[in-house]
């Protein structure tokens, strides 16, 4: 029997449509951008988006600091791909 993989979680989701956003935006871009950005794929996809959508993709581009970074230093709002998630 082979096991079907782990559901990924609500952050983990959110951190693979960051990355999908930042890739499709050149690699990097202001984080406003980008949380416009997500709330537009979500309703595209007929997602709900949720009014504290822009509180979780900040969360998870913390939480997934393997794959993002800030190339401006802390307190920019400048982010950065830096690997394509796996």
């Given at each position: 029997m082979?096991?079907?993989?782990?559901?990924?979680?609500?952050?983990?989701?959110i951190?693979?449509?960051?990355?999908?956003?930042l890739?499709?935006?050149g690699?990097?871009a202001?984080?406003?951008?980008v949380?416009?950005?997500?709330?537009?794929l979500?309703?595209?996809?007929?997602e709900?988006?949720a009014?504290?959508?822009?509180?979780?993709?900040?969360?998870a581009?913390?939480q997934?600091?393997?794959w993002?970074?800030?190339?401006?230093g802390?307190?920019?709002?400048?982010?950065?791909?830096?690997?394509?998630?796996?």
């Amino acid at each position: 029997m082979s096991q079907t993989p782990a559901k990924p979680s609500f952050l983990e989701t959110i951190a693979r449509d960051v990355a999908m956003v930042l890739k499709s935006l050149g690699g990097s871009a202001h984080q406003d951008t980008v949380i416009d950005c997500v709330a537009a794929l979500h309703r595209t996809r007929g997602e709900p988006v949720a009014h504290d959508l822009g509180q979780a993709i900040v969360e998870a581009f913390e939480q997934f600091s393997e794959w993002f970074t800030r190339p401006f230093g802390d307190g920019s709002k400048r982010w950065a791909l830096i690997a394509d998630p796996t």
